[in-house]
């Protein structure tokens, strides 16, 4: 009787010790990611409903998500340009597509809540061509606007900013002079001292100009809106004053095409009607094949999350953009890739 006891509570233990150890299997990874400050709310926001493992997300600009990705530093990468041809690559790596949205151009001029500008115009103000707010040409676009002689005071992004380099490649597109394709703020705009000042961030650049009057910049809509600050319409194409949204975005991004390898094809100066020409594409830089297969399969379970259910539910209040139908059936083939 004693060793049916002793057998049995030998069992016992066994079982137990495999049901304490089995769950280990499946323990929830830790990514680590970063990037994009254009596309920190959403993906923030979608780390913090995820419940199936833990992201920790950076907004550190996609210049630093790009090379933090490149090096192993970050699980996956999140960028609103792609790499450069003459960028040292990561090896077996995707884009993924994950959300658009409007770039947003902020200022602060007391009593003025709205501002008609052109891409001609923006690029001269934005490198110092126009140096006072009721400066003739912009006076001449907003002819019922009380602009003040006070000195204009531009806000830019430091480091390598994918929104920078969108925003310069809207401007050089619509007829803006002197504009680069370039995320570094003084080559994109051909400064080699820019006017203005920096901010390492969009979060920043939105809390410069809310505490700086007199100032103007270039963001993501969605930290914009949440500080209530005004922002310019601007011409599009069809000589309409186009304000960013959501709507006016969509419009713009759903005409692009969508290359093999997940990137819109932006042309800038297409003629959309309704459509927001100055938008982007934010994209996950993903493995395609991780050093840490468990960590691959993290990353592909949450960016199919973003793709399938959070963005598509929660971007169009945060001022982003889900994607087109074209692009999110691209994101879905190229996430599959994902290990």
Avoid: H
């Amino acid at each position: 009787m004693r060793r049916s006891v002793s057998a049995i509570a030998t069992v016992s233990a066994l079982v137990a010790s495999v049901a304490l150890v089995a769950p280990a299997s499946n323990a929830a990874e830790t990514i680590t990611s970063g990037g994009s400050s254009y596309a920190n709310s959403i993906i923030s926001t979608c780390a913090a409903a995820y419940k199936t493992d833990t992201i920790t997300y950076a907004s550190v600009g996609s210049g630093t998500g790009r090379t933090n990705f490149r090096t192993g530093t970050y699980d996956f990468g999140a960028s609103d340009a792609a790499y450069s041809a003459t960028d040292v690559k990561p090896a077996n790596f995707t884009y993924v597509p994950l959300v658009g949205g409007p770039i947003a151009v902020v200022f602060n001029v007391d009593g003025v809540a709205s501002l008609n500008l052109t891409a001609k115009v923006l690029g001269g103000i934005m490198n110092g061509r126009y140096k006072t707010w009721n400066d003739e040409a912009i006076q001449s676009l907003n002819p019922k606007a009380k602009l003040p002689s006070d000195a204009i005071l531009v806000q830019y992004r430091s480091g390598s900013s994918g929104t920078t380099q969108a925003f310069a490649n809207y401007l050089r597109g619509n007829g803006a002079s002197g504009w680069k394709d370039n995320g570094t703020w003084s080559t994109a705009s051909s400064q080699s001292t820019p006017v203005g000042s920096s901010n390492g961030t969009s979060q920043l650049l939105v809390e410069s100009v809310t505490k700086t009057k007199n100032s103007i910049g270039y963001a993501d809509l969605s930290d914009v809106a949440a500080k209530g600050l005004p922002f310019a319409a601007l011409r599009n194409p069809l000589g309409d004053y186009v304000l960013p949204s959501v709507k006016t975005a969509s419009a713009f991004l759903g005409t692009q095409k969508v290359l093999a390898n997940g990137i819109l094809d932006i042309d800038y100066k297409k003629a959309v009607k309704g459509g927001y020409n100055a938008s982007l594409v934010t994209y996950a830089l993903a493995p395609t094949a991780a050093a840490n297969p468990a960590k691959g399969a993290a990353v592909k379970k949450f960016l199919t999350y973003v793709i399938n259910s959070c963005a598509p539910s929660k971007a169009p209040g945060l001022n982003y953009s889900p994607l087109s139908a074209a692009l999110k059936a691209k994101a879905l083939q190229l996430v599959a890739t994902v290990k």
